[in-house]
């Protein structure tokens, strides 16, 4: 599965567009939403069920439509703290559960630190699509409910 | 009156094109009417006159443009009145449904007891859950919920099993935003009469579709929006029997709303000022009062009988559809034109995407009924709702979309 790379925290900032102008153009047949690899995270999601260890777990949810996820995650004891492993539980649409396959995919065993300073952008650029304005609480609930399980993490 | 207006009147209501009316509707295929309407020009017009020549506050001044705004906006609680068989003292203008539900629970509700209960239905929007419940929890109160047949009715053998004498208050939904379903509130009501409770009716979605009498119904309140049925976004209406608004006391204080202001005390205005606290929405009621004027040019029983024809046409298409399910009675008869489905591979939000990609305007997600979802067991349902605007094309439209999603999603 190819995924893309994640850009610096710098670029990454909500508004910022490293794929270029796309808001307001037409959308090409590479912007299709669901584009197959899309597709494929939602059919068959990676890292999805509950972790036998893990250190960290929390739930949220989009009440917009409904989606619901539980993450589960297992940070090293040790500085730096990198999270060694990864997995969320939940259903909701294809943006939702695509993104959170390919976000758990790209995040695990990476340094805690660096994944507390993702946004918005990085989730998008995964998803590789254009994504409005209500659609990206579906696409961005997965990083929202990583981080906050982070919050306990010192 | 030109010829298309005479021709609304008649019978041949699905000859005429309503569309070219609604200056919104050129671009998009608009399914999406439970939520809120397309508006006329006739109710942009009646806005825009008021804010262009007789700009004024009512109540108050006396020069000329005071004077006919304070008459117009008169006459709107007069059109409404008549619209639904009340009188004009009996018609409150409020923001919308949920602040006329809100306004009754509060004020109903200061005078409940521990113990004393509520009873409403499981299928309720959360405008007509949520007031009650959290009153329900300050008063140390019980809130019930009616449930469900297999054909998603009200379960009236439940329904005569829940209501007591210990029922103070009945509020329920005549058609629910999810369902469709009718609700036979008349019925209802007759039977919480006899224990005493009182009678709230939230007519959001019947409104708009279903000829209205608050004597026929027998209930003691009765909400709606005006953006539900054409008109502006912003104004609804709270109708109480006078005699129990003469008794209940408002819960907005503030200019407008009083009679005389002491310095420790105050006394209240008349109906329906009393609970039409600070400046009113006045362009919004005089675009409800317009909008209400154009449907009943149209006429509510050729509005009732268009959706009909939209809903059987639409309900036979929609089994056409591989993977759909809809959430609801199959039946074309006692239904709003409100249809809820579920595609077997597809998330509603999903669905919603791709329909609007092919323009035709859907809702997906909860509508404002998390408890009902969570009873059917569903996370969320697409929802397709029409108006009497709406044709078999925009069906047809909305159907070849569906098809994609499967297309899509196989």
Redesign the interface.
């Known amino acids: 599965m190819k995924t893309h790379k994640i850009p610096s925290p710098q670029t990454a900032e909500m508004g910022e567009d490293p794929l270029g102008e796309r808001l307001g153009k037409p959308l090409t047949e590479e912007e299709e939403l669901y584009k197959e690899n899309i597709l494929d995270h939602y059919r068959s999601p990676h890292n999805k069920g509950q972790l036998k260890k893990y250190t960290q777990t929390h739930s949220d949810l989009n009440p917009l439509c409904g989606d619901r996820i539980t993450i589960y995650l297992q940070v090293s004891p040790n500085s730096p703290k990198i999270l060694t492993d990864i997995s969320f539980e939940g259903s909701g649409c294809a943006i939702s559960q695509a993104a959170a396959s390919l976000l758990t995919d790209n995040i695990k065993g990476k340094k805690v630190e660096e994944i507390r300073n993702l946004g918005p952008w990085d989730v998008f650029n995964l998803l590789g699509i254009r994504i409005s304005h209500t659609r990206s609480k579906c696409a961005l609930l997965s990083l929202k409910t990583i981080q906050h399980g982070l919050q306990g993490v010192k | 009156m030109d010829s298309n207006m005479q021709k609304k009147g008649s019978d041949n209501h699905l000859d005429v094109d309503f569309q070219q009316d609604f200056p919104s509707l050129n671009s998009v295929t608009y399914l999406d009417n439970s939520s809120t309407t397309q508006k006329p020009k006739v109710v942009l017009e009646a806005m825009n006159e008021y804010y262009t020549r007789y700009c004024a506050n009512v109540h108050r001044g006396l020069y000329t443009q005071a004077e006919q705004a304070t008459q117009a906006f008169e006459k709107a609680h007069q059109t409404v009145a008549q619209f639904i068989g009340a009188k004009a003292e009996e018609i409150i203008f409020t923001s919308g449904t949920t602040e006329s539900i809100n306004l009754l629970a509060n004020s109903l509700g200061k005078n409940l007891l521990p113990g004393d209960e509520i009873v409403i239905s499981i299928m309720e929007h959360h405008s007509n859950i949520v007031p009650w419940q959290q009153i329900a929890k300050e008063k140390k109160a019980q809130l019930k919920y009616l449930t469900l047949t297999d054909d998603y009715q009200l379960d009236l053998k439940q329904a005569k099993k829940i209501i007591s004498k210990k029922t103070k208050i009945i509020s329920l939904a005549q058609m629910s935003n999810v369902l469709g379903t009718i609700n036979p509130v008349k019925e209802l009501a007759a039977l919480a009469h006899k224990v005493g409770a009182l009678v709230v009716i939230d007519a959001a979605q019947s409104a708009p579709h279903i000829k209205i009498k608050v004597k026929e119904l027998e209930c003691d309140f009765l909400a709606f929006s005006g953006h539900k049925l054409c008109g502006p976004t912003g104004i609804g209406v709270l109708y109480g029997k006078k005699k129990m608004l003469d008794n209940l006391e408002p819960s907005k204080f503030g200019g407008g709303m009083i009679k005389e202001v002491e310095l420790q005390d105050s006394t209240w205005a008349n109906l329906p000022e009393k609970f039409e606290a600070g400046t009113p929405n006045i362009a919004g009621a005089l675009g409800l009062a317009a909008a209400i004027k154009y449907l009943q040019i149209i006429g509510l029983n050729n509005i009732e009988k268009k959706e009909q024809e939209l809903i059987k046409y639409a309900l036979n298409k929609l089994k056409t559809v591989p993977g759909l399910k809809i959430i609801g009675s199959q039946n074309n008869k006692n239904r709003g034109a409100v249809i809820s489905f579920t595609m077997k591979n ?5 669905v919603a ?2 329909l609007a ?1 092919e323009n035709v305007a859907i809702r ?3 509508h404002c009924a ?1 408890p009902l ?1 969570t009873s059917l067991k569903l ?2 349902t697409s929802r397709m709702s029409f108006y009497f605007y709406n044709t078999t094309d925009d069906i047809d439209t909305a159907i070849k979309a569906l098809h994609k999603v499967n297309k ?2 196989q």
């Open positions: 597809a998330h509603p939000h999903d995407e791709i990609r997906a997600g909860h998390m979802h996370e969320g899509i999603f």
